[in-house]
């Protein structure tokens, strides 16, 4: 089955500075990563998600990238505030039918010092 | 709009002892996913109902965990004779029937076996 891998597990960075997390799955049929950010006690909140038909995808302050053929995407932050602390997941998810299994990242806590 | 809403937001109960937590999706979406995640962990799916009906439940831990759906709408997940290693937050998450279409959560229920 799927297995993804993220990586760091813990950044720190600095309010206006750019934070980077990325991520690796391992099975090639593979098709849609979305980001979920969570704060604590709360539930994680999708941020925003990409389709393997996609190489990038921006909001914003918020960007996905996707090499489909290394298999590892990544989240990029730029000018990042404090409110941007908390932690992330990615997820990958291989089914093309209305089932959508989504396997997570051991998650990156980031935080942003003001 | 109203997002997910899960009950209790706390349990906690003794060694043994069965718990029933509760999931009511977002309107309209007939997805819902149950997962599991342990303390500084991901996220570990559980079961995924389709409407009514579960096509997918092999992410349950053992047979002491169950879950049904009903009307198409809310969710409960039992877990019977609780254990200490069952301590974890229960995450439930809804989306719109069809492929690769984003998984919205809830904030959980943290379950603490004593």
């Known amino acids: 089955g799927e297995n993804v891998e993220q990586h760091p597990s813990t950044l720190s960075v600095q309010e206006g500075d750019s934070a980077v997390i990325k991520c690796t799955y391992s099975d090639s049929a593979s098709n849609y990563f979305p980001w979920y950010k969570q704060e604590l006690g709360k539930g994680p909140q999708l941020i925003i998600d990409i389709r393997s038909n996609v190489g990038e995808k921006k909001d914003q302050r918020i960007a996905v990238t996707l090499n489909k053929t290394a298999k590892h995407f990544s989240l990029h932050i730029t000018e990042t505030q404090p409110e941007d602390s908390a932690v992330y997941f990615c997820?990958?998810?291989?089914?093309?039918?209305?089932?959508?299994?989504?396997?997570f990242g051991t998650g990156t806590r980031l935080l942003v010092s003001p | 709009g109203a997002g997910v809403s899960q009950s209790p937001s706390n349990k906690v109960t003794e060694k043994g002892k069965d718990v029933e937590l509760r999931c009511d999706p977002i309107s309209g979406h007939t997805a819902l996913y149950w997962y599991r995640q342990s303390l500084g962990q991901g996220l570990e799916f559980l079961i995924y109902?389709?409407?009514?009906?579960?096509?997918?439940k092999s992410g349950l831990p053992s047979d002491r965990f169950s879950a049904e759906r009903t009307g198409g709408s809310v969710s409960t997940l039992t877990i019977q004779r609780t254990q200490q290693e069952d301590s974890a937050v229960y995450l439930c998450?809804?989306?719109?029937?069809?492929?690769?279409?984003?998984?919205?959560f809830g904030d959980g229920t943290r379950l603490s076996i004593l």
């Open positions: 109902f389709q409407g009514n009906s579960a096509p997918d």
């Open positions: 997820a990958a998810s291989d089914r093309n039918t209305g089932f959508q299994k989504l396997v």
């Open positions: 998450a809804s989306s719109q029937q069809g492929a690769n279409q984003p998984q919205h």
